[in-house]
């Protein structure tokens, strides 16, 4: 079981998520409930949380902003976000803090469950394991291209490299395996064994080299520059661009004039 925090302001919704949905029956356990991000932060701060389902809108601290702090901490939770609000802002930023889904109230009990699938798909996929169903999915999978030749398999790598390359502000690894009708799993073994690198290591790269491009035009500013290709908070891109230049987004464009 994976462990799922809710947190809503509405105490009537959070009860209604937490009793009357039958988590249990699609991998996760309700560990925590929370009225607001703060609260939330602090718990998780000192207990084991894998994925959140989380409201947008909320006192002390919004979804937004707990999502922000998340991510400046390195706290792995899955986010799925919830809100009442048809605001392509907040799904955007949600988006680009790492939020899995967005989903607008009130929530069609089936989107949750598929949604809720995904996650969890996801999840075995980092732990490299499946739902039984997963597994039938992948050997098929791996049946069906063990008699491809091999440019059958450079040509699909092409394509989905070139897909991650049109959309890499918002990419990830399970909206690209929706992209292909490709098991999440087996898509995340497929990468690695075609290209050498995973998945999550090859977006990185793109989205870094992209940055180093627009770099070279002074007219933006770092910080836009890390919103184009995918990260929100500055410091959060300056870092991920030093990891991978050894030098910090300014340092780099004043080495290049």
């Known amino acids: 079981m994976y462990k799922l925090m809710i947190v809503d302001d509405e105490a009537k919704i959070r009860n209604g998520l937490h009793h009357y949905f039958p988590w249990n029956e699609i991998g996760f356990e ?119 030749p091999q440019g059958y398999h450079e040509k699909k790598i092409e394509a989905i490299k070139a897909y991650v390359q049109e959309h890499y502000a918002s990419v990830t690894l399970s909206g690209t395996a929706d992209h292909f009708h490709m098991n999440l799993y087996y898509l995340s073994k497929y990468f690695k064994k075609w290209t050498g690198q995973n998945f999550s290591e090859y977006l990185t790269s793109v989205r870094m080299e992209k940055a180093a491009e627009l770099l070279q035009d002074i007219t933006y500013m770092t910080y836009e520059i890390g919103r184009m290709v995918g990260y929100e908070d500055p410091k959060h891109f300056s870092r991920a661009f030093r990891q991978y230049f050894g030098v910090s987004p300014r340092e780099y464009r004043e080495a290049e004039r």
């Not at 707990?66 to 392509?88: M, N, T």
């Not at 989903?103 to 598929?114: A, D, F, G, Q, S």
């Open 30 to 148: 309700v560990v925590a409930e929370a009225d607001n991000g703060k609260a939330a932060l602090d718990y998780i701060l000192h207990n084991p949380v894998d994925a959140m389902l989380c409201d947008i809108r909320m006192p002390v601290m919004s979804g937004i902003d707990l999502a922000r702090e998340l991510q400046e901490r390195q706290l792995k939770v899955k986010i799925v976000f919830l809100s009442g609000y048809r605001d392509f802002e907040y799904a955007r930023q949600a988006l680009l803090y790492g939020a899995m889904r967005y989903i607008v109230k009130p929530t069609k009990y089936e989107e949750l469950v598929e949604v809720f699938k995904k996650v969890k798909e996801e999840f075995d996929a980092e732990k490299g394991q499946s739902q039984p169903q997963g597994q039938l999915d992948n050997e098929a999978e791996t049946d069906e291209d063990a008699h491809e």
